[in-house]
């Protein structure tokens, strides 16, 4: 367990005059992932006293986000354009497009520090190369195997040469990175494999000061709830590799099979969004899935989770998830709730969930393994006071995010003190 204090060794004052600039090509602030991670520590070291940048992106479709504004005291840069496609022409102009745009920023911020999050809306190759052009201390936070999920997506030949050419490019980045960061041990033995290895675990977690147990029935009043409804809960993206569709159907059977009084909230959006409300209204269930759309504000999300008796993630079978542990999982759990997966059974995620008995683990892209898992958890509310209290036991315990801000913060300011 770390501990929360922060000892006075750690203070400097280098970390106030020094720039800690963190680049997450996407549009910020938003409500993803991988925003969860890098905006609470840019926000936790700009509470140290840390002067902190952020840089992002903006797209055709985001071009209301362009420009510069203000998150929680932290300037960020939505200025550099992306492509958000995968096809070559659109990644060659993503990298050719960041290389002036991070030229210019890099020249008004001159870092010190440079916290690379990969994967992003674009491509980051740009930004390493201006990074390592200013002599900054360069932290990569290496977040899930993005360049081998986009080759598994690829169909031709000249596309999986062309994204081979960015996995050893990228490698190279890595490599040359004076520290990559990564949130579980698959990952780091996957960067080793490549080697690299200057490699750090820096788990994800949940901000327990917001994600925690909230009045059950007030947040269920918020969502027309009735507290006699079985309520599941998915927050996130809304297609690609998470099968809501999948999960669509199994409500369907559970109510034909089993009980009419099991509703689903979906908080989020994506490319599949409209494909599941429209399966939804197809099959019956306008009733049962209730939409709240995608949700900024925390408090927010956390009505949502706690108006829910289990939060779902319904991964697809692609194999490379065996090594995630997303974020929404411990964000469930912090709110105390059991969690149902569809995952492999030897995955990080359907390990620590089978462990340490907080929910149940269904097959992936299974619909009777799905509403059977549902059904279950359903029927014992024994299992799930049982996951719920274990669930924010391992929270504490493990997942803080704001013990785990404190490894990160260690590791900044190694690089803040050096002399370089």
Not at 117 to 136: E, I, Q, T
Not at 273 to 301: F, S
Request: charged share 20%; net charge positive.
């Amino acid at each position: 367990m770390v501990s929360t204090e922060i000892p006075n060794s750690v203070h400097s004052s280098k970390t106030s005059s020094s720039r800690v600039l963190f680049v997450l090509l996407s549009p910020l602030p938003s409500a993803s992932a991988d925003w969860a991670r890098i905006g609470f520590f840019a926000s936790f070291l700009k509470g140290l006293g840390t002067n902190v940048v952020i840089v992002g992106a903006f797209s055709a479709k985001t071009m209301n986000q362009a420009g510069i504004t203000e998150w929680n005291g932290i300037k960020i840069y939505n200025l550099i354009p992306v492509i958000i496609l995968r096809n070559i022409i659109a990644q060659i102009l993503n990298i050719i497009c960041s290389l002036p745009v991070s030229f210019f920023l890099f020249l008004i911020i001159r870092p010190k520090v440079v916290i690379m999050s990969v994967p992003s809306g674009g491509n980051p190759l740009g930004c390493y190369n201006v990074a390592r052009l200013f002599r900054c201390s360069i932290i990569t936070d290496y977040r899930d195997e993005w360049e081998d999920y986009t080759y598994s997506l690829s169909q031709s030949k000249i596309s999986k040469n062309f994204l081979n050419i960015i996995k050893n490019a990228m490698t190279k980045c890595y490599r040359n990175s004076d520290t990559v960061i990564t949130p579980t041990e698959p990952f780091l033995k996957s960067l080793k494999s490549r080697g690299i290895e200057n490699v750090k675990i820096i788990r994800n977690g949940a901000d327990i000061a917001v994600f925690r147990p909230k009045d059950r029935i007030l947040s269920r009043n918020k969502f027309g709830v009735s507290n006699n409804d079985f309520v599941l809960v998915y927050s996130g993206n809304v297609g690609g590799y998470y099968r809501l569709d999948i999960l669509v159907h199994a409500l369907k059977q559970i109510t034909e099979k089993y009980d009419a009084n099991v509703k689903l909230i979906i908080a989020g959006r994506g490319i599949g969004l409209q494909d599941v409300l429209k399966l939804a209204r197809d099959i019956g269930l306008q009733d049962k899935v209730i939409y709240i759309g995608k949700i900024m504000n925390k408090e927010e999300l956390v009505d949502a989770l706690c108006a829910s008796d289990v939060g779902i993630i319904p991964y697809n079978s692609n194999q490379l998830w065996k090594n995630s542990l997303p974020v929404k999982s411990l964000e469930y759990l912090a709110c105390g709730l059991p969690v149902i997966a569809t995952a492999h059974k030897d995955s990080l995620l359907g390990k620590m969930i089978t462990e340490n008995d907080l929910g149940l683990v269904a097959q992936p892209e299974d619909i009777d393994s799905l509403s059977e898992a549902i059904n279950t958890l359903k029927l014992s509310e024994d299992l799930r006071v049982n996951a719920s209290a274990k669930a924010l036991s391992i929270i504490r315990q493990d997942y803080d995010r704001n013990k785990l801000a404190l490894e990160f913060y260690s590791i900044v300011l190694r690089y803040l003190n050096d002399r370089r």
